[in-house]
């Protein structure tokens, strides 16, 4: 099974993925193939698979990539091998942008892999205060680019199965833990 997070960048996905896969021993989550610098915090191939353009345009021709976007500038994208390894095997969470979502869903529902997918809501001036109070202290200009692309996330949460405002990470976590284990339960009981 494979659940998609989604939502705008400092909506909480990565904090929530972390609480996920800490708390719950059959999820885990896939790193995605990225063009960006690794920040401080980054472990490659844990955090993101670090690669060159030209790196990730090859997995692109080669088909090894299910979906990719581009974001802030950046490559994105999610590993096919991967994701086929680790969903068919067990339950996996990966943080997808709006457009992913929407190819991946697509890609993926004629295969033998349940697709979940959830959308975190934040208001937007909540947003701003926490863009502007990333540990790792974004620019003016990606703080802008970043508010910029709200409304159109926001425009998409009708491929979402599940729309949820995240203002308190415990219960953000409860209620995601909760999802998983219903939509599993139903995916074991339907084979």
Not at 106 to 124: A, H, N, S
Not at 145 to 152: A, G, H, I, K, P
Not at 160 to 169: A, F, I
Request: charged fraction near 35%.
């Amino acid at each position: 099974m494979l659940v998609i997070l989604s939502g705008v960048a400092g909506a909480g996905k990565d904090t929530i993925i972390k609480e996920i896969t800490k708390r719950m021993e059959n999820v885990c989550t896939v790193p995605s193939f990225t063009t960006r610098p690794p920040r401080e915090d980054d472990i490659p191939g844990v955090s993101y698979n670090f690669v060159t353009k030209e790196e990730f345009e090859k997995l692109i021709d080669n088909k090894d990539i299910y979906e990719f976007d581009i974001h802030h500038n950046h490559y994105y994208g999610s590993s096919r091998k991967l994701i086929n390894e680790k969903a068919s095997n067990g339950i996996v969470i990966k943080d997808i942008d709006v457009n992913g979502t929407e190819k991946l869903k697509e890609v993926l529902k004629d295969m033998d892999i349940k697709v979940v997918t959830i959308f975190l809501r934040v208001p937007k001036d909540e947003l701003k205060r926490r863009l502007e109070n990333r540990i790792d202290k974004l620019s003016h200009e990606e703080i802008t680019l970043r508010l910029n692309r709200f409304d159109y996330e926001e425009s998409k949460i009708n491929v979402y199965d599940y729309v949820m405002k995240n203002d308190n990470l415990e219960k953000a976590v409860k209620i995601i833990q909760e999802i998983i284990e219903q939509e599993f339960e139903e995916e074991k009981s339907s084979n």
